[in-house]
């Protein structure tokens, strides 16, 4: 029975990496990430299916149903500091097998609700902390398992959220023509209970450097020893064949002392001179002995280390607020946040008042579902492979991804959407892939904080996931045209793009500040801290002696 219960321990516990491994279990935490998404992401951007069925079964207007998915998508994002404070007080694994549970929990109940208000509450809020505790918790973890291979793999994990929108909104669809949207929001509630059977694989991951080789200091004066007596053996024939072992080599102080005095180095000394050398070899042993105990105090190993920084390992570190580039880079993804959501609801729509049939609409999402796939594949590629800077890349793509959904609310004919799905999906899937991931890189915070600010940006991002899609239905309501939904999305991504240009600019400034007062600052203190050094005393000091380090000037 023990050895069953050290077993269990030993699959579930801690992998112990000497360095980022990019691999390894990490492969297993992607896969888990690629379900992740299937079940949270996949099943909101499928949501456009059940808005008609809503507004007939409630009798409610557009702006009304589109607040479920909106409340869902803010939750999601507001609590996503409470996601970071549990994931570092109770592990990963608890966490994301708790948001599996609540997510399958909130999307059966929606199926036997009886008013779109019961509906906020189930979907909305129930859901979407499940999806929140699933979703966050699983991307920080793989991004601590890679580094190199991070784009490449990030890029292929988040293509669930792809899969299911070109393979499981057609069959979602299916479903609710044959047994009703209830019984179909049972069916897609079990299906998410699979998330909670992939956050028990979750396994955290620790990083113990290698210690590196240092000799000790009791061999390094062994071997100075050993050179001084092979450069005095002629003159302390005598003393060496009194003294029983090695002779120390701090006790040249008193043969030196001796030839001072006029005593030949070679004469046999009498009882008492030698009672007094070895009271005075005892004393410098004694002083080698602290010396000693005193070197080894830092080469101990230190403790076993987390893949990031102890500064990150604070439950939420709100530092990052003063960070000018994070301030700019989570305005970014509060306004582009307005246009990540919209369209997928409203594309359906869109198409059958252009003349597209009811039962050809839901491949409109298949079809965007796809070109995401293939935007996120080849950017993970591209940014793997091609030495360029990603946070350009991703402006680009948010211009580009603009001017796309401008075009969504000029077109009038069925070929004019299905470029536009194509194009929106496409550009959609490089910022989703690269705009969570790119906090960890140097131009925004750096992976050592990114577990405490992905919290908090994407708690500063759900405020537009709140307000993004009733703005379209408001639009719509007002104007009777679906296509007045995309310029709100428009709107609100060529703002992120303003925002987005300005991190590296503001990143840059702030590192030229920083350089110019550390330079200010440290010139001074070298000047203080040089002084001569007796090269006798270099010589004879040991490289980890507190002669060697009062002055950091000798090399």
């Not at 199926?111 to 699983?138: A, D």
């Amino acid at each position: 029975m023990m050895g069953l219960t050290s077993s269990v321990k030993g699959c579930m516990g801690p992998n112990v990496y000497p360095d980022v491994p990019d691999g390894g279990f990490g492969w297993v935490v992607a896969v888990t990430f690629f379900f992740v998404e299937v079940f949270t992401y996949g099943i909101i951007k499928s949501f456009g299916i059940f808005l008609q069925d809503l507004v007939a079964e409630f009798n409610e207007s557009n702006t009304r149903v589109m607040w479920v998915i909106s409340i869902c998508v803010f939750i999601m994002s507001f609590a996503a500091p409470l996601a970071t404070v549990l994931s570092n007080r109770f592990g990963f694994r608890p966490t994301v097998m708790v948001g599996g549970f609540l997510m399958s929990l909130g999307t059966i109940s929606s199926g036997f609700t009886r008013s779109i208000n019961e509906m906020y509450i189930t979907m909305g809020i129930v859901s979407g902390l499940g999806y929140c505790f699933t979703y966050l918790p699983t991307l920080t973890i793989l991004s601590q398992y890679f580094s190199r291979r991070r784009s490449i793999v990030t890029s292929v994990a988040s293509s669930g959220e792809c899969i299911a929108t070109f393979a499981l909104a057609p069959a979602f669809n299916a479903i609710k023509d044959a047994i009703g949207w209830r019984y179909c929001m049972v069916v897609i509630g079990v299906l998410q209970a699979i998330v909670i059977g992939f956050g028990a694989l979750l396994r955290p991951i620790i990083i113990e450097p290698r210690q590196p080789v240092v000799e000790s200091s009791s061999s390094h004066l062994k071997e100075m020893q050993s050179k001084y007596d092979l450069e005095n053996a002629g003159t302390h024939t005598s003393a060496s064949s009194v003294d029983s072992g090695v002779q120390s080599l701090t006790a040249s102080c008193t043969n030196l002392n001796n030839t001072q005095q006029g005593a030949p180095s070679q004469a046999s000394p009498d009882k008492k001179s030698l009672a007094e050398e070895e009271k005075k070899q005892q004393v410098c042993l004694k002083k080698e002995e602290d010396n000693e105990g005193q070197e080894k105090a830092p080469l101990e190993p230190s403790e076993p280390t987390t893949a990031v920084s102890p500064a990150s390992t604070k439950r939420l570190d709100f530092t990052v607020l003063r960070d000018g580039s994070f301030i700019c880079y989570s305005l970014f993804g509060l306004f582009a946040t307005l246009g990540f959501f919209a369209p997928q609801f409203y594309v359906m729509e869109l198409s059958v008042s252009l003349g597209v049939s009811r039962e050809t609409a839901p491949f409109m999402l298949s079809a965007m579902g796809v070109a995401e796939l293939v935007g996120r594949l080849s950017i993970g590629w591209l940014l793997a492979r091609l030495p360029l800077r990603k946070i350009n890349v991703l402006l680009l793509s948010v211009l580009l991804l603009g001017g796309v959904l401008v075009a969504f609310a000029l077109v009038t004919e069925f070929w004019g959407v299905a470029a536009c799905c194509v194009l929106y999906g496409y550009l959609l899937g490089t910022v989703c892939s690269t705009h969570i991931p790119m906090l960890a890189e140097d131009d925004v915070v750096g992976i050592e904080r990114m577990p405490s600010a992905v919290g908090i940006y994407a708690c500063i991002q759900s405020f537009a996931g709140l307000a993004g899609p009733p703005l379209g239905g408001f639009l719509v309501d007002k104007t009777q045209r679906y296509g007045s939904a995309f310029y709100s999305c428009a709107v609100g991504m060529g703002l992120g793009a303003l925002f987005l240009g300005l991190v590296r600019p503001v990143r840059l400034g702030l590192c030229q500040g920083k350089r110019k007062s550390e330079s200010r600052e440290s010139s001074p203190s070298r000047k203080s801290t040089y002084a001569p050094v007796d090269f006798l005393d270099a010589d004879l000091a040991g490289e980890g002696s507190p002669a060697k380090r009062k002055d950091p000037s000798v090399v």
